[in-house]
């Protein structure tokens, strides 16, 4: 049975999907739902039609992209022949249902239910500092959407106590803005654990969006409900998993 979050914040059909209810096997056990892991092909098609048909939609209408880490967020009208790169999408078609792949980055899901318009952003550490969520802000409001009516919800993702980070990577926020200091507190010897959500959080609000909150899930320690790339690494497994994301209208 699949096991889906979902925010009384966002009024259009969505949901967080677990791993919980997916055909896949051995180390992706569950519902891994991404063409870009190792799994069998076909068992990762099994995996989408279930969550197509949880939200309603055919499978040709769950639309997902080829996730870079950029800032770059798509408007789409319809199913696409193949996946663009890019890390975010917007659309105010009614039964397009957009897909984001994570495994510790945040999945944000977007709605400006008043407008219409709905978004979903892959927002890893680099993305949301290179400016993805405002750019899906940006490309809401040019389908007409109000960022004071936006609510956007990030999903489960690393949370502050498992995402040990070096003095470098401190380096990369704070010379470019010493306000992110704030996201960061003292690990073991020089490192540092950096709050992925908490910042994705003050990036939306600073934004002007209308609401903004995170689940409270973290993908690192749950490894019965959510897959990490971080936790496969500290394991040495060799491959892992992708949750998904979805928002439809």
Sequence with gaps: MLQIITSAALTPRHGFFTRKGGASSGIFAGLNCGYGSSDQSEVVAINRA?????????????????????????????PMAQRPEADAMVTSVPGL???ILTADCQPVL???????????????????????????????????????QIHA???????????????????????????????????AKNRMLFDLPAYGLWRLRAAGVGHAEWCGQCTYGAPDRFYSFRRTTHLREADYGRLISVIRL
């Design 97 to 99: 249902a957009l897909g």
């Design 153 to 187: 919800v990030i999903g489960p993702c690393i949370s502050q106590a498992a995402y040990e980070v070096g003095p470098e990577f401190y380096e990369t926020f704070t010379d470019d803005d010493p306000q992110t200091r704030r996201f960061f507190a003292n690990g």
């Design 50 to 78: 279930r969550v197509a048909e949880a939200m309603g939609v055919d499978d040709a209408h769950l639309l997902t992209v080829h996730q870079t880490h950029s800032a770059i967020a798509l408007t789409v009208s319809g």
């Design 110 to 148: 977007f709605a400006d239910s008043v407008a219409g318009v709905i978004g979903a952003a892959h927002a890893g550490w680099k993305g949301a500092k290179d400016g993805v969520l405002e750019a899906t802000l940006d490309a809401m409001t040019a389908l007409g959407a109000r960022r004071a």
